[in-house]
């Protein structure tokens, strides 16, 4: 048994649902993560010896014995018994999982672990992540000749500590679109700005999942909030999607949609604002994110583009659908893959590379200590730090995460003028349909066309002031042995996901993958993010959500379903179009039933610190009310919701944030 030059260190162990893995003397338990101060951590020796991994809890010097070779976990106690399992039971608040060895990673030398739940009958698989202190990258597995050479030490993980004497002009809490956003426009009209980046989340892909990645990770979500009670009991909405607390946020995981709302979209915003967009911001955020249209998309496999004849014959087709009241107008989808290998935008790349940029992994920030006018100091998971005396902070961290930290920091007695933060809330309700003809009866297609094709449009709507869109992605392929490649193509390059399931390789089809997008009604007093009544000790996670529909709403998705079945109808003039019943896994001519159909958790939270320019919790030049350096990205800035997919909105308005605070600063100092 040879001992690798593994060296000993510290790990820990990270499922994204929240725990951290940690033992004590009543066996192994997880602990949340979050309740914890960053020392508390769980934190394990490890050493390699083929086939063991050997892990030592260093507060409890209890030791486990991972055997790759016979997938068994040995556990050798603080008074020294020895015992072996399978798998070991863990708690997480009062659910018990099985914590294994994967048993699909084949490769001898390498610790790749999961949970899962100990209903044997259920498939769900929960990934554990691994990460070293110090490193400021998450691994899913260890191999065995992981080394921390010199390469990795120059990565190493900066800490607070590390910058506590430096002063930036900027601070940015958030590494997704609206940080990037704010700091690609800033660095143009500044080039020597200083910035810090906080962030809570560790490095775990550098480019969007789809291609950075063959397996990506799944559990990565996070809702840091609470849901009301008569909100989780609702029937229809009982949540919405959460954050995705890694380096790059969702813009690693999102579908690429980047729709530019029109002036009748934006009715309700504010006029100068709408008209700065529209002249000059929605145009740099299209650029900055590579955005184009699917027509327009070059990628390639096996000699043939990818969107070509198909995406032309689909939208012709498709064009019949404006003689649906309600539609506005059919598009070839705007994507953000405009870039050398359509590989959709994320803002990883783009940060790492910036040299005026310090970035803190691991970084929480659950309060704003204030002096009654300006933020001076921020308190966060590893400590806390000032700032400087001209420094401006920009909270880029997403709707309802932005929202806690102001509520946690601003109280309603000293800033009255924030009475309103979280009084209003708007989000996307959604359904979603998949649909399939064969391929010849609905487009004709040249003999040489690939034996792949994707397609995506598109189709916005408003029903009596209330908008709704459908996006469409498509693909159209001709019979095959196997369905692998069909299914790679769609998985990468496709923008909305199309199933593997779906997918029948013995003829030639055309599926279509439909989700119909509508609006919350911005004008329902009782959806609202309020800080929960209760004592809780994690100040980022205290906030409480309230949904609930009111008639607006019910009939827009009524409304919205209804459309999708008559779009999709449109796809064949024959009696052959079949849709898939998630159900039973199957596909039928019947129509799926709403509860199908309709998803329970709603996306694209906003408007919970609305912009305008009377009694509204943020003024017309991002900051909010009251305090003087304090500035509001991404969808809680806006006044109505809309329907349209909110990442060139959001990008084009922290783009326009920073001109604003340049041009401010300037004048000032003139
Ligand atoms: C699967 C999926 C598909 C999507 N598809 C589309 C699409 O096609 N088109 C579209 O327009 N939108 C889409 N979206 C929505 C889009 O991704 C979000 O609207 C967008 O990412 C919001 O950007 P953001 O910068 O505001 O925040 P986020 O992307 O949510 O990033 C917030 C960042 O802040 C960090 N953070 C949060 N709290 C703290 C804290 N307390 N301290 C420090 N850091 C913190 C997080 O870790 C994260 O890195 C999709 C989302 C998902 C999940």
């Keep these: 048994m040879k001992l690798s030059k593994f060296p000993l260190m510290s790990l820990r162990c990270i499922n994204f649902s929240g725990p951290l893995i940690s033992t004590d003397q009543d066996g192994f338990n997880l602990e949340l993560g979050s309740t914890k101060s960053i020392n508390a951590t769980a934190l394990w020796a490890i050493t390699y010896a083929d086939p063991l991994w050997i892990l030592t809890n260093q507060s409890s010097l209890m030791c486990l014995a ?71 990258k998450i691994l899913r597995s260890i191999e065995s000749d992981f080394i921390f050479n010199d390469q990795m030490m120059n990565s190493k993980i900066l800490t ?68 009301a009670t008569a909100t989780a009991q609702n029937e229809s909405i009982k949540n919405v999607y959460g954050q995705i607390p890694l380096f790059g946020g969702r813009s690693l995981y999102w579908s690429g949609w980047c729709p530019t709302p029109s002036t009748e979209q934006l009715a309700g915003w504010p006029e100068s604002l709408k008209i700065s967009l529209q002249e000059k911001y929605f145009d740099l955020a299209k650029e900055l994110l590579n955005v184009i249209t699917a027509d327009q998309i070059r990628a390639r496999e096996n000699d043939h583009l990818i969107y070509n004849n198909f995406q032309t014959s689909l939208k012709q087709r498709l064009n019949e659908v404006m003689s649906i009241d309600t539609i506005k107008e059919v598009q070839h989808a705007p994507l953000a893959m405009g870039n050398d290998r359509s590989i959709k935008f994320s803002t990883v790349e783009n940060l790492s590379y910036m040299k005026n940029v310090t970035i803190v992994f691991d970084c929480a920030v659950n309060k704003i200590v204030h002096d009654g006018h300006k933020a001076t100091r ?85 029903k009596e002031g209330a908008q709704y869109h459908l996006q469409l992605s498509a693909v159209a392929y001709t019979k095959t042995n196997n369905d692998d490649n069909i299914h790679k193509i769609c998985k990468k390059y496709s923008a909305n996901s199309i199933s593997k399931e779906c997918i029948d390789p013995s003829q030639d089809f055309v599926i279509v993958s439909c989700s119909t997008l509508g609006e919350l009604d911005h004008k329902n007093k009782n959806n609202q993010f309020n800080l929960m009544n209760n004592d809780h000790d994690d100040l980022t996670s205290n906030g409480e959500l309230t949904i609930q529909l009111n008639e607006q709403d019910e009939q827009l998705r009524n409304w919205m379903d209804n459309v999708t079945f008559k779009v999709m109808n449109k796809l064949s003039s024959n009696d052959d179009l079949e849709y898939w019943h998630e159900n039973n896994q199957t596909w039928k001519k019947d129509l799926p039933s709403s509860d199908q159909i309709r998803k329970n958790c709603a996306v694209h939270d906003a408007s919970t610190m609305w912009i305008g320019d009377i009694d509204t919790p943020v003024q017309l030049d991002y900051r909010l009310r009251g305090v003087d350096n304090v500035y509001i990205t991404g969808g809680a800035l806006w006044p109505t919701g809309g329907s349209w997919n909110p990442v060139v909105t959001i990008v084009a308005m922290a783009m326009h944030l920073a001109d604003t605070i340049h041009d401010n600063s300037n004048s000032s100092s003139q």
Aim: glycine fraction near 4%; proline fraction near 5%; include cysteine.
């Design 66 to 136: 991972f055997n790759v070779k016979d997938k068994c976990i040995c556990i050798k106690s603080n008074i020294g018994e020895i015992s072996v399992h399978q798998s070991l039971k863990v708690k997480i608040d009062d659910q018990y999982l099985q914590l294994r060895l994967s048993p699909n990673v084949t490769a001898d030398h390498k610790l790749t672990l999961e949970l899962f739940p100990s209903n044997e009958y259920t498939n769900e698989i929960f990934p554990v992540f691994i990460a070293f202190e110090g490193y400021h």
């Design 160 to 227: 607070l500590n590390d910058i506590k004497d430096k002063s930036y002009d900027y601070v940015v809490i958030g590494s997704s679109f609206c940080s990037l956003g704010f700091i690609h426009q800033i660095c143009q009209r500044d080039p020597n700005a200083k910035i810090l980046v906080l962030e809570r989340g560790l490095q775990y892909l550098s480019e969007h999942h789809q291609h950075g990645c063959s397996s990506p990770p799944k559990h990565v979500e996070l809702r840091s909030w609470t849901v």
């Design 378 to 462: 921020l308190q966060t998971r590893q400590g806390s730090i000032s700032l400087s005396n001209n420094a401006k902070l920009i909270l880029a961290m997403s709707t309802l995460p932005a929202t806690t930290l102001v509520l946690n920091s601003f109280s309603e007695t000293e800033f009255p003028q924030l009475a309103n933060v979280g009084k209003r809330f708007t989000a996307h309700f959604v359904s979603s349909v998949t649909a399939r003809v064969p391929r010849h009866h609905l487009l004709p297609l040249p003999n040489d066309a690939a034996g792949v094709e994707l397609g995506a449009l598109y189709i916005p709507g408003i």
